[in-house]
């Protein structure tokens, strides 16, 4: 398993795509927006699920804990079975949300990939995107990082995201 964390717009989900198009294998691809998008309407605004303020901080409650809990479980099965996956996710309780991610995969093997950007940058790149809370990118920038270990870091500030995946790929043994 390949675990990319960093915050919104720092490029997680390019990096991804080009991972999937220069590792030789076929990996599987599973990111927090796609688990996200597959919650209940009810719960995309809710303290029990996920609510995101006008200022970009995000939240979370028990209901989302519990079925991220259970998602996390399900990659950890599809590894075991065989499958090569590539996680991208936003660790919002930084050394907490690796933990977790800990505690489902247990021994199996996985390169942890910090992916960091200037937050300025990155709340560029938020504006452009227009499908984000202005603020969430900067809010998370280096929350995220914080308490958490890294086999690899990429920052792509100024690094396009094809390089930083191939400087990936050349880690994955």
Not at 6 to 20: A, E, H, M, P, Y
Not at 46 to 67: C, N, Q, R, Y
Not at 74 to 94: K, P
């Amino acid at each position: 398993m390949i675990i990319l964390n960093g915050g919104s717009s720092s490029g997680k989900s390019g990096i991804v795509r080009c991972l999937q198009a220069v590792l030789p294998e076929p990996w599987l691809a599973f990111g927090c927006d796609s688990f996200v998008d597959a919650l209940p309407a009810k719960m995309q605004a809710s303290d029990e699920g996920i609510v995101v303020a006008a200022d970009g901080k995000v939240s979370v409650g028990a209901d989302f804990h519990a079925l991220e809990a259970a998602w996390r479980e399900g990659v950890a099965a599809m590894a075991r079975a065989g499958a090569r996956i590539i996680i991208d996710d936003v660790f919002l309780g930084g050394a907490a949300s690796q933990q977790r991610w800990l505690k489902a995969l247990g021994r199996l093997a996985v390169l942890w990939v910090g992916v960091r950007c200037d937050s300025a940058v990155a709340a560029g790149r938020e504006v452009a995107r227009g499908d984000r809370a202005q603020g969430m990118a900067a809010s998370q920038a280096e929350v995220v990082h914080q308490g958490v270990f890294y086999d690899l870091e990429v920052d792509t500030t100024h690094a396009e995201v094809l390089v930083c995946a191939q400087t990936i790929a050349a880690h994955v043994t």
